[in-house]
């Protein structure tokens, strides 16, 4: 893989039934690209952890991953009310999901703790009233 390989997805916010759909196309794609299950794993988690964030949250947003030689990025980006605490988002178990969110499963307070629990590095750049964006690395080895 000499260039770099990108992936681009519009993720719907108005259809949890299409949330993680990008998720599973990376982790097909990674598959063939010969990528460790490991790493493949640690990408789907914290992708799918992502797009269910921008569709609870943000009505959606766009989620490009770049894959080379050394690292998968993923870059997840919304236009939605903005994180107003990061510190406190990070912590497991806090949540500002709607009532009726949370009776469908989702919104549990752990998905910005699981993306970076999955990932080397992740930083969160978020103006409230403007949006969000979400850096994620995973550091790439190619299985031989």
Not at 9 to 19: L, N
Not at 28 to 57: K, T
Not at 96 to 125: C, Q, V, W, Y
């Amino acid at each position: 893989m000499s260039e770099a390989l990108v992936f681009r997805f519009d993720v719907d916010g108005e259809d949890f039934t299409s949330a993680g759909q990008a998720s599973v196309i990376v982790k097909r794609n990674l598959r063939q690209l010969g990528i460790d299950s490991e790493i493949i794993r640690r990408v789907s988690i914290a992708m799918y952890e992502g797009e269910i964030n921008m569709v609870i949250h943000a009505g959606g947003g766009v989620a490009e991953v770049r894959v080379d030689e050394e690292c998968i990025e993923i870059v997840l980006e919304d236009h939605g009310p903005g994180i107003k605490d990061i510190d406190k988002a990070m912590q497991e178990g806090y949540s500002t999901a709607p009532d009726e969110i949370r009776s469908l499963g989702f919104g549990a307070g752990m998905g910005l703790p699981n993306m970076k629990r999955h990932t080397d590095s992740l930083e969160i750049f978020s103006t409230v009233g403007v949006g969000t964006k979400i850096v994620m690395k995973v550091y790439n080895k190619v299985a031989s």
